[in-house]
């Protein structure tokens, strides 16, 4: 428990030393830049609406389609989120609600809405590294995994894209869905531009790659991103639409009784 | 014009025999460069060709459910049960260590440590691998076992009824090769202790580890083939060095074909494999020109002149029989199946070679013998003293003083033989090539008693216009239902799989774990939630597998309890039969590697008709030609139809499958068969053309069984010679060699046997309606 309690306070420090510390500041410190990249790519403003649309491809080229709704909001100060997910699509989905209490050292609660039975069911999260819903994303990719859990190495320091980025290897300590994992992280933003995925056969099997980022409410935000697996041949890609920072959500929002009834406001 | 040529061809060679052999020899080492190239194929798939209807229909089968091509079957059997700390243990270790192995599609081997298994507790939902670590106490055992047993998804899948047996299945990826990845899983099972005993089984191990034996094979057989013949022609001449010619003409032949095969790029085959043995045995008849050589010499007493004189009498029956051998093997040009025709026409161009050495090598080597040793060798060539000559004149006299009893008896035979075709079962059974005692063969038993099945067919249930979310439907999952436990009726197979086991199972889960519920649920639209919840959590392939991402189809998985292609006809049948019966806007497909072997197990019995007929018709023709008289065809003609159906007889009455190999045969037997024929009648026709000449003719019968005595010795040395060869196939260790051999060798003793037997009969029979004929061509 207090390693727990020590585990989140460092994670809470490092937020905001990160959070007040000039972007620009040259670390060395590879736990450092992947502490950042976390929270320019899961936290960034307090509060975020995103309109979802994956597309799903299969080896055959077929296509599969989700769209939900995404509603996040942080709950400082210990890095706890809660997410809400919508669906639209596909058809015989539509008003499923997904709830998601996220902590960063332990396991999320997760609440699925099935309309057809009327049922609010728990659903474990055992396995964070499953995919989700059917993606080549995992929970993890979706929501960030613990930086705790791996071991972080800076490589090297290399170009991507014509931007200067950190490259950095982390190696899991426990059990994971990869060996190791290899990112790209832009300097300027501490956004990740492009993660390779390897295999207990240390083969690479996924990768990640950040599409177009753009500047939303002043925050840099990956707007399409893929993610390949080398090898089944399926990709899938995610593109945000309608974004939105800051609003004005309430921790309350995000329950069952919203899995139900979900708030009108924010989803059209 | 032709017979023109071969002589100045001999003569060149007799005046030249140094640069004939220097330029051999050179030749030969351009093909053997191409040897260290050599590559084996043995996917049954490529059997038809890659734009053939069942490969194209099975490749876009495999793409919409994401499929693997290959699996491998890892059973764990322990006689006290597997539910236990240390058999666990030990299948978690293993699970682990074959998750490492490169080839293996880590992301989706499926056992206890790796299988999704849905679950509900305490009110929560549990979509995670249904052994995550081994249990510890008496109470997590009982959990798993009720885990296990409850979901009808792991029993005779992963788990066998009797609990004693539990299984891992190991994708692997696109070209990997099975029996490497088998052996390092072997290699990893021997290193636990205990008492547990394991099996390794599935198609790609069968198939690559026959591939490797072939290889085996083909380095030891053929050069023990090669061996035996040299040591049996040894003793018929009792002269080292022609031996060794022999040899090398046949060692060239099988050089040069070889050569070109594998440097046009192709593989080799469990047929083309056989090739050496093949050109080997073809290769000894030449033995009619050493036969005629050394009673020629004993005649002439000049090596040049006999030589001369050799090539004159017996250049024309072997120049025919080359023809019709190679006539034989070129039928197969015309087959479906791609290793079968590469067969053909490497065996082809083979025979066709060692016609050529036969004018130019072997005249050249007789030059480099001495006229001691020649001397010595034609002495027991003496028809009067000859033992083996007496014994063949006597054969002949059998047919040509009773013609009518031998006939008679013959008839009997022949309908006894014609009753066994009757018998004949066409099936290919890639496990039963292996000898019922192979570890590969075992583990397949195994398995196959204990678990559904290692041979898989698929059957797509798709909607006949093609739309969208039907599979959602309940009413198309009650379909897929009846029809799986329509299959589950049939004796071989052993379980079936579809996305309807997913729905109950998720139906069941969400109302408390309460059996009741263990069915398909009301609703489309509780249908679709279902399946969302599930790909929530679960793995991508668990539904891939089975749906189509458009929910048009769905892919039910049928697993067999044997390789036999009757078994997935029996699925097919039985499937038409339920759709008939329960009309839904549905069709089925059949797809998958027990439909392909089915497919390709009818491509053979077609081909085998097809080539049957037409080797027939192609070997009468050269006969005619070669005899100038379609009469005297028919005569040569019947001793090899009744070796053939003899042994077709006999194949019917053993019950032994009719697979490849043996169709195979049947057309080249005709074309192999025929030489003892053409080598008869040739040198008897010529006996009586030379015989009207002399002063005091000889009668018909005198002259057969001259025939009989001087080139009948020939022709049963080929034979022995040819079945000495193949006999070396009767040890081999794969089924398919000892078919091949047996058979051969059966087929040349036989066929050289009722040559001697019924041509003589036959041609007593028919002297009038034959000789008249040649008289009116006159």
């Not at chain 2, 539990?166 to 696109?174: D, M």
């Not at chain 2, 001793?639 to 490849?660: E, R, S």
């Not at chain 2, 057969?704 to 022995?720: C, E, F, M, Q, S």
Request: net charge positive; charged share 20%.
């Amino acid at each position: 428990m207090t390693k727990l309690i020590f585990q989140t306070t460092v994670a809470a420090a490092a937020l905001v030393l990160t959070a007040i510390a000039p972007s620009s500041a040259q670390t060395a410190d590879p736990a450092g830049i992947v502490r950042k990249m976390h929270r320019a790519f899961f936290y960034q403003g307090d509060s975020f609406r995103a309109r979802i649309k994956m597309t799903l491809t299969g080896a055959s080229g077929s296509e599969r389609l989700r769209e939900l709704t995404m509603l996040r909001i942080n709950m400082p100060p210990g890095g706890d989120q809660r997410y809400f997910m919508y669906f639209h699509a596909p058809g015989d989905v539509r008003r499923m609600a997904f709830l998601v209490y996220k902590y960063p050292a332990r396991e999320s609660d997760r609440w699925l809405f099935i309309p057809a039975l009327n049922l609010v069911q728990r659903i474990a999260a055992k396995d964070s590294q499953s995919s989700f819903v059917g993606s080549d994303f995992t929970y993890e990719d979706v929501s960030g995994r613990d930086v705790e859990a791996d071991e972080h190495k800076l490589s090297r320091e290399e170009e991507h894209g014509g931007k200067p980025c950190y490259v950095i290897e982390s190696v899991p300590r426990g059990a994971a869905s990869y060996k190791r994992k290899v990112s790209w992280i832009d300097k300027a933003t501490s956004l990740p531009l492009k993660e390779e995925y390897y295999d207990v056969q240390d083969q690479l099997f996924k990768e990640f790659s950040a599409g177009e980022i753009k500047e939303i409410d002043g925050v840099p935000t990956i707007l399409k991103r893929t993610m390949k697996n080398l090898k089944t041949g399926h990709q899938t890609v995610v593109e945000f639409s309608e974004a939105k920072y800051r609003l004005a959500l309430k921790p309350e929002e995000f329950s069952e009784r919203a899995l139900r009834n979900p708030p009108g406001s924010w989803i059209k | 014009m032709n017979r023109l040529r071969n002589f100045s061809l001999v003569e060149l060679s007799v005046d030249h025999p140094r640069w004939v052999v220097f330029i051999t020899a050179f030749i030969t080492l351009g093909f053997l460069t191409q040897f260290p190239k050599a590559r084996t194929d043995t996917n049954p798939k490529n059997m038809l060709p890659p734009t053939s209807e069942v490969r194209v229909s099975n490749d876009a089968v495999e793409r919409t459910f994401d499929l693997y091509e290959d699996m491998i079957v890892v059973g764990i059997a322990n006689e006290s049960g597997i539910l236990n700390q240390g058999t666990l243990g030990k299948i978690k270790t293993i699970t682990a260590e074959i998750l490492k192995i490169p080839g293996v599609a880590a992301r989706d081997v499926a056992g206890f440590t790796t299988i999704d298994n849905i679950t509900v507790e305490k009110g929560t939902l549990q979509v995670s691998p249904l052994m995550a670590d081994v249990p510890e106490s008496p109470r997590e055992l009982d959990r798993l076992r009720k885990q296990l047993f409850e979901n009808h998804m792991f029993v005779g899948r992963i788990i066998s009824q009797d609990g004693k047996t539990a299984a891992i299945y190991v994708p692997l990826e696109k070209g990997a090769n099975g029996k490497e990845i088998a052996d390092k899983i072997r290699g990893l099972v021997g290193q636990q202790d205990g008492l547990e005993n394991y099996y390794v089984a599935g198609d790609p191990v069968a198939r690559d580890t026959f591939g490797a034996e072939m290889f085996k094979l083909m380095a030891i057989f053929a050069p023990m083939a090669g061996l035996v013949m040299f040591m049996v022609r040894y003793l018929m001449f009792g002269d080292l060095f022609l031996s060794v010619a022999l040899m090398m003409d046949a060692m060239i032949a099988i050089i040069w074909s070889m050569g070109l095969l594998i440097g046009l790029g192709l593989p080799i085959h469990v047929m083309s494999s056989m090739a050496p043995v093949f050109l080997m045995a073809i290769a000894t008849d030449s033995i009619h020109i050493f036969n005629e050589f050394y009673f020629r010499y004993k005649e002439e007493r000049d090596k040049k002149a006999a030589i001369l004189k050799t090539m004159q009498a017996v250049g024309r029956p072997v120049r025919y029989t080359a023809l019709a051998t190679a006539a034989g093997f070129s039928v197969l040009l015309f087959m479906n199946i791609i290793p079968v025709k590469v067969f053909g026409g490497l065996v082809a161009f083979g025979t066709v070679i060692l016609r050529i050495l036969s004018f130019t090598f072997v005249p050249a080597m007789f030059t480099f013998v001495t006229a001691e040793s020649v001397e010595k060798a034609s002495q027991g060539e003496e028809i009067k003293t000859s033992h083996t000559s007496l014994f063949l004149g006597r054969l002949a006299g059998l047919g040509a003083h009773r013609p009518w009893i031998v006939v008679l008896t013959g008839l009997v035979f022949f309908a006894v033989a014609v009753a066994g075709t009757t018998r004949i079962t066409v099936n290919n059974n890639m496990v039963e090539w292996f000898k019922k005692s192979s570890e590969v063969r075992t583990a397949d038993r195994v398995m196959n008693k204990a678990l559904g099945g290692t041979s898989l067919g698929y059957l797509v249930v798709g909607s006949k216009e093609g739309e969208a979310e039907f599979i959602k439907t309940p009413q198309a999952l009650r379909h897929i239902e009846g029809l799986q436990r329509r299959l589950e009726s049939l004796p071989d197979v052993g379980k079936t799989t579809s996305v309807v086991d997913y729905v109950k199972r998720i139906n069941r889960v969400l109302h408390k774990d309460d059996r009741a519920y263990d069915r398909i649920p009301e609703s489309k639209e509780m249908v679709g939630q279902y399946l969302f919840l599930f790909s929530m959590s679960a793995k991508p392939s668990d539904l891939d597998n089975v749906v189509d991402p458009s929910f048009q189809k769905a892919n039910v998985w049928v697993q067999l309890k044997t390789w036999d292609a009757k078994a997935m006809r029996g699925v097919i049948e039985t499937a038409k039969a339920y759709q008939r019966e329960n009309p839904l806007a549905l069709e089925i497909t059949p797809a998958g590697i027990a439909y392909f072997n089915m497919v390709w197990n009818d491509e053979v019995l077609w081909d085998m008709i097809k080539g049957f007929l037409l080797a027939l018709v192609v070997i009468f023709v050269i006969l005619a030609v070669n005899f100038r008289s379609p009469r005297w065809a028919v005569v040569g003609y019947v001793p090899l139809l009744f070796t053939v159906i003899l042994i077709y007889g006999a194949v019917g009455f053993m019950g032994k499958d009719f697979d490849m190999p043996i169709s195979v045969l049947s057309c080249l037997s005709l074309g192999m068969a025929v030489d003892f024929s053409i080598h008869f009648i040739n040198r008897f026709r010529q006996r009586i053309e030379e015989g009207r000449a002399a002063p005091g003719p000889e009668s018909i019968e005198e002259a057969l069984v001259w025939t009989a005595a001087r080139p009948g010795k020939g022709i049963l040395r080929n034979a022995v010679l040819f079945a000495a060869a193949f006999s070396v196939m009767l040890f081999a260790p794969l089924t398919p060699y000892v078919t091949v051999g047996a058979f051969i060798v059966s087929m040349m003793l036989l066929s050289a046997i009722l040559c001697f037997v019924y041509i003589p009969a036959l041609i007593v029979l028919l002297r009038k309606w034959l000789f008249a004929a040649e008289e009116n061509q006159k």
